[in-house]
């Protein structure tokens, strides 16, 4: 199995494949978009790697980082999430995002992954609590319980509706002062996110 590589970068492809040279041996090394901008053909890299083997296939999945590596081994490890969704949950959430997302059951971010419609979404955020590390609930949801969380996720589909992105929105509620109104939580972030854009 293998577990890690380092070597240069010889070409990038658009399908989120890297062709790594290790010792005179190249390797296709599927990676995700984030990481797929950060490796420059040339580049010397060090890729964490997820050996996926099937019958029909033998596949390379590469990580930067370690705990990129680990949360696509929980994904893939759990019910109805085949590779390709994993790749695609990490293409558009970091891990430290989707600890947040399913911590404080946000069914709105998930949904915005490729292929994860509201009914994957719900289910994906029942198994996964119980698979990955779970911090303490977001502040804003831990104060208010089931209301909270509801008026959480509103204004989340609200600012994600106005064109922010899930890890300017999270990073802004966690800033604001808690509240069980939907439009002074909603007011407050927008100045934090407009004060920020600045």
């Known amino acids: 199995m293998i577990g890690s590589l380092r070597g240069a970068v010889l070409e990038r492809g658009t399908d989120s494949e890297v062709l790594l040279e290790v010792g005179g041996v190249g390797y296709f090394v599927t990676v995700t978009p984030r990481a797929l901008a950060e490796l420059e053909p040339g580049a010397n890299v060090f890729v964490y790697v997820h050996h996926h083997i099937r019958e029909d296939a033998q596949t390379l999945f590469g990580f930067l980082r370690r705990e990129e590596r680990a949360t696509f081994q929980v994904l893939i490890g759990t019910h109805g999430v085949g590779p390709s969704m994993a790749m695609a949950i990490l293409g558009t959430h970091t891990p430290s995002a989707l600890i947040d997302i399913v911590a404080s059951a946000d069914n709105a971010?998930?949904?915005m992954v490729p292929g994860v419609g509201k009914k994957t979404a719900e289910r994906l955020l029942i198994e996964l609590k119980n698979r990955l590390?779970?911090?303490m609930l977001d502040p804003i949801a831990a104060g208010g319980g089931a209301t909270a969380n509801s008026v959480l996720g509103d204004v989340r589909e609200a600012l994600y509706g106005l064109g922010y992105a899930p890890e300017e929105v999270?990073?802004?509620l966690r800033e604001i002062s808690p509240s069980d109104d939907?439009?002074?939580l909603?007011?407050?972030a927008l100045q934090l996110l407009g004060a920020k854009r600045a």
């Open 109 to 111: 971010s998930l949904c």
């Open 133 to 135: 590390n779970i911090p």
């Open 186 to 188: 909603l007011r407050d």
């Open 170 to 172: 999270r990073d802004a």
């Open 182 to 184: 939907a439009s002074t």
